[in-house]
């Protein structure tokens, strides 16, 4: 908890009452060196309140450097030049306001493109070496001063750019993050979508072929096949609306399917004239495989079902899922006569292979040596503790 609140990202109330108590204990500072006297020139002997007020016209100004980062600088600059060359602060004590400028040159860097920061902090720093170069004697060389006044105040410019710099490559990356993410949760729904679809009208396809073709010599038939058209097709909505329903955070509809649904997928595979045979074989509890690898398992029976719908029925498939303790193994075969297709492998096993690979697991589809067609695929899961 105690790391949670330090870590925590400042309002930007609490980021000014943070300035402003800065801004007054940089300026109570100041107010000792202003009223010190050169032990060089006899220094000026001016009232204290000056002392106090040239204090405080440098530091208070940090308490608006977010707003106004660039004419907080100008202003102190400014400012310090003027004490330097009236002698209010010695020579000798010029490191004294160099905080000041420093966190303001600071500030500019942060907060300003760097060409406008770099102009303003080049011009700030020229006014205060002006001020040291004017005031230079046996202690100053003119040289050394202005190489004093850079060594003291250009390091924060520096700090402040990098910084900068950092900040705009984290938002880069986080856009970058951002894209990526919708791009995967767009192939993501594409996927489902396929599956869903692909998969009901296969089915719908098939049942409305026999309904059209005893619609007249069979009423009854066809009326059976269009009550399991309907059916299936309450049932995509269903998943259609599941799979964008996801994309909400209060998304009313059930959850995703997964291994106990498996069953009722083989029933509807009967339909489109495939005898789907299911063997699942748990050696963990249903509740150990995370919810993710049993949709991507689910997903995989059911498309490598619907290409034997699709291209093989009718034909005998059998379906075996095997839940081992630290992944899930599924293989699909069915002895059907498939055509030739051309031009390498479709969307279906496409989407297959991507949903494998997301979770690190291995695929392989192909025809089988003794006929029919093979799907195989392995899928590693961690169980959450």
Not at 88 to 106: D, E, H, K, Q, T
Not at 150 to 166: D, K, Q
Request: a neutral charge; proline letters at 6%; one cysteine or more.
């Amino acid at each position: 908890m105690t790391a949670l609140l330090l870590t925590r990202r400042m309002r930007p109330v609490d980021l000014y009452i943070v300035d402003a108590v800065l801004a007054v204990a940089v300026g109570g500072l100041l107010c000792p060196y202003a009223a010190l006297e050169s032990p060089l020139h006899g220094g000026v002997d001016e009232p204290l309140w000056v002392s106090v007020l040239v204090g405080m016209a440098i530091g208070l100004p940090l308490a608006v450097r977010r707003r106004w980062p660039m004419t907080v600088a100008v202003v102190i600059s400014s400012i310090t030049t003027v004490t330097l060359i009236t002698g209010v602060i010695p020579n000798f004590a010029a490191a004294a306001p160099a905080f000041a400028i420093g966190l303001s040159f600071y500030t500019v860097a942060v907060a300003t493109p760097t060409r406008r920061s770099m102009l303003c902090a080049a011009g700030c720093l020229a006014l205060v070496s002006v001020g040291l170069v004017l005031t230079a004697g046996d202690l100053w060389s003119r040289t050394g001063a202005v190489v004093y006044a850079a060594v003291m105040v250009a390091p924060a410019w520096v700090i402040g750019w990098l910084i900068r710099e950092r900040r705009a490559l984290a938002t880069r990356q986080s856009d970058q993050l951002v894209r990526q993410a919708a791009t995967e949760e767009r192939l993501r729904v594409a996927r489902e979508l396929h599956d869903v679809v692909a998969h009901t009208l296969s089915l719908i396809v098939v049942k409305a072929a026999v309904a059209n073709h005893v619609a007249e010599a069979d009423p009854r038939e066809a009326g059976a096949a269009l009550r399991v058209i309907e059916e299936t097709g309450r049932t995509a909505l269903t998943d259609v609306r599941r799979v964008l329903g996801v994309l909400r955070e209060d998304s009313p509809y059930a959850p995703t399917p997964g291994l106990d649904e498996l069953p009722a997928l083989a029933r509807q595979a009967a339909i489109g004239g495939v005898d789907v045979r299911l063997d699942v074989r748990r050696d963990e509890p249903a509740g150990a495989v995370p919810e993710s690898v049993g949709l991507a398992v689910y997903r995989i029976v059911q498309e490598a079902v619907t290409n034997v719908v699709k291209h093989a029925a009718p034909a005998a498939c059998r379906a075996t899922v095997t839940v081992l303790p630290d992944e899930v193994r599924v293989e699909v075969t069915d002895d059907g006569q498939r055509p030739v297709l051309l031009g390498g492998e479709g969307h279906g096993l496409i989407g297959m292979r991507e949903r494998v690979a997301l979770h690190g697991g291995e695929f392989r589809a192909g025809p089988r040596s003794d006929g029919g067609f093979a799907v195989t695929a392995s899928l590693p899961y961690r169980v959450a503790a």
